[in-house]
């Protein structure tokens, strides 16, 4: 069992930079393949980047490369969420999870344990 506890949201302007982190406790931390999601209202949960264990592989969604970055330090059970040139549209609510297989995968149903999220607002 591994139990995601997510930080770090909160309101900024469009142009703006903010850092989600993500801490884990329970099992080891270094195996998991650790993913971001967001949800906005009224809309489905999609995906924003993973890490493999070690963060030598990472994956982004379109709309993300170039401004996210993820990134994980082991030794802290953490995943970090760099966000830089936020926009309104990034305004969701952001999820960590962990996923205990090999491969990083980018589907929200092949992880297996969830954080309660965290808001994020970008203002116009």
């Known amino acids: 069992q591994v139990q995601l506890v997510e930080s770090g949201g909160g309101l900024v302007q469009a142009g703006g930079s903010l850092r989600l982190s993500c801490a884990a406790s329970?099992?080891?931390?270094?195996?998991?393949?650790m993913g971001w999601f967001r949800q906005a209202p009224g809309k489905e949960r999609e995906f924003v980047a993973a890490?493999?264990?070690?963060?030598?592989?990472?994956y982004y969604a379109d709309s993300m490369k170039g401004r996210f970055t993820i990134s994980r330090d082991n030794a802290k059970n953490t995943v970090y969420l760099q966000m830089n040139s936020l926009k309104p549209e990034d305004t969701a609510v952001y999820y960590c999870?962990?996923?205990?297989?090999?491969?990083?995968?980018?589907?929200?149903?092949?992880?297996?344990?969830w954080g309660q999220g965290t808001q994020v607002t970008v203002s116009s």
């Open positions: 999870a962990a996923d205990d297989s090999l491969a990083v995968v980018t589907i929200a149903p092949s992880y297996d344990y």
């Open positions: 329970g099992r080891t931390f270094s195996s998991y393949v």
């Open positions: 890490s493999n264990w070690s963060g030598g592989i990472t």
